[in-house]
C-alpha cells in the first residue's frame, strides 16, 4: 500500500489569498498567534496598521501563507522595514510596542557599509 502525505485542504478553494498572522509574546503566558477576523484583519495593510496602532503589545514574527497556492513564509523583516519607512516617512518615532520587533527583524540584514573612495 502507497502512503501518501497530502491531505485534502479543510479551506475552501475559491477563496485565494494570502494571509498575514502576528505571533506575540504574552510574557509569562508564553508565545501565540494572535487571533483575528477571518474577513477583514489578515490583509497586509490591516496588520500593519494595527502594528502602528500598538494592537500588539509585543510582536515577534509575522508569517504570510497562501492556501491556494501552498505557500507560507516568516515576512518579518519586509514588515519591519515597511514600519520603519511609513514612520519615517511621518516624522514620528516607532511606537513603543513594536521597536523590539522592528529593530531585532532589521538587525538581520544590517551589515557593515563601504565607502567606495574614488
Not at 504574552?26 to 483575528?36: D, I, Q, S, Y
Not at 532589521?106 to 567606495?116: C, F, P, S
Amino acid at each position: 500500500m502507497r502512503k501518501s502525505h497530502w491531505t485534502p485542504s479543510i479551506i475552501p478553494s475559491d477563496n485565494d489569498q494570502t494571509v498575514f498572522l502576528v505571533a506575540e509574546d504574552f510574557g509569562k503566558l508564553g508565545r501565540a498567534w494572535r487571533e483575528a477576523d477571518y474577513d477583514e484583519a489578515t490583509d497586509l495593510e490591516t496588520v500593519i496598521q494595527d502594528l502602528l496602532s500598538s494592537q500588539y503589545n509585543d510582536p515577534i514574527r509575522v508569517v504570510a501563507f497562501n492556501t491556494e497556492e501552498r505557500w507560507s513564509e516568516d515576512v518579518s523583516e519586509d514588515v519591519a522595514h515597511e514600519l520603519r519607512r511609513r514612520c519615517d516617512l511621518q516624522q514620528r518615532n516607532l511606537p513603543s510596542s513594536i521597536q523590539d520587533f522592528v529593530e531585532r527583524h532589521e538587525a538581520h540584514n544590517r551589515g557593515q557599509l563601504t565607502l567606495r573612495l574614488v
